[in-house]
C-alpha cells in the first residue's frame, strides 16, 4: 500500500514543486492549497487524514504552530515535516516541541524530501544535527526531563528499561557501564537495541521522541 502524504501549502507554486518532486515516487499525494495563511483560520480547517504531512511554513510562525495544533488534535499518531526558507533554534524548537518529526529548507526538498518520508513515516526523525542537539540539550536541561521515563515501552527488557533511563540522563556508554556494571560493549549492544525498537537512528532522535511521547501523554 502506498504511504499517504498530505502536502499543505498557502503557495501555489510551493506545492506544485513538492507535488513534482514526489510524483514518481511510491507515495499517494493529497496536495491541499490552504485558502488562508490566518492561524485561526488553520487551526479549524478541515485536513485529510494521512500518516505524513509536510508542511509549508511560509506563513506567520503562529500559523504554522496552529496548523501543526490542528493537525496531531485530529490525528494524534500523524508525522509532520515542515518546510521552511531556512532552519534555526528559533523557528525549529517550537515546532518539535509541538510534535514535528522533521525540518528540511526549501533548497533540501528536492533531494531529502523523498528520503525523508519513509523514515519519518516508521517513526524516526529527519532533523539537522546541529538543531537536534541544541534541542536535546534544551529538554535534558529542564526540570520534566526527568519524566521521560514515563513512555518507554513495556516490551523493553529490565536491562534495556535501566539503559534507557541512563540515556535519558545524558550519560555516556562508559558512564552507562560503571552504573550498570556491565560492559562497554554490552551497553552499546543494549543503546542498539533501543535504537531498532523505536525506529530511530540516533540517540538524541530517541531523547526527543520519549520527550514528544510525554508530553502527548494524557
Not at 513495556?154 to 556508554?173: Q, Y
Request: aromatic share 6%; proline share 4%; net charge neutral.
Amino acid at each position: 500500500m502506498p504511504l499517504k502524504v498530505c502536502l499543505l501549502s498557502a503557495h501555489a507554486f510551493v506545492l506544485s514543486e513538492m507535488d513534482r518532486v514526489l510524483r514518481n515516487s511510491a507515495f499517494e499525494l493529497i496536495p491541499l492549497q490552504l485558502k488562508s495563511a490566518l492561524g485561526h483560520d488553520l487551526r479549524d480547517i478541515q485536513v485529510p487524514e494521512a500518516l505524513v504531512y509536510v508542511v509549508d511554513a511560509n506563513i506567520e510562525p503562529s500559523a504554522t504552530r496552529a496548523l501543526l495544533f490542528n493537525i496531531l488534535s485530529h490525528y494524534a499518531d500523524a508525522r509532520i515535516i515542515v518546510v521552511a526558507e531556512q532552519i534555526d533554534s528559533e523557528k525549529s524548537y517550537p515546532l518539535l516541541q509541538m510534535g514535528a518529526r522533521g525540518l528540511l529548507t526549501y533548497a533540501e526538498v528536492h533531494e531529502q524530501l523523498p528520503a525523508a518520508l519513509p523514515l519519518v513515516a516508521n517513526g524516526g526523525f529527519w532533523v539537522p544535527r546541529a538543531v537536534l542537539t541544541g534541542f536535546v540539550e534544551l529538554i535534558l536541561g529542564e526540570e520534566y526531563s526527568r519524566n521521560l521515563m514515563a513512555i518507554s515501552s513495556a516490551n523493553l527488557s529490565l536491562r534495556e528499561h535501566e539503559v534507557l533511563g541512563s540515556l535519558l540522563e545524558n550519560l555516556s556508554n562508559s558512564k552507562i557501564g560503571s552504573k550498570l556494571n556491565v560492559t562497554e560493549r554490552t551497553v552499546k549492544f543494549h543503546v542498539s537495541n533501543l535504537l531498532n525498537k523505536f525506529g530511530v537512528r540516533r540517540r538524541a532522535d530517541l531523547i526527543l521522541l520519549c520527550y514528544q511521547k510525554q508530553r502527548a501523554a494524557p
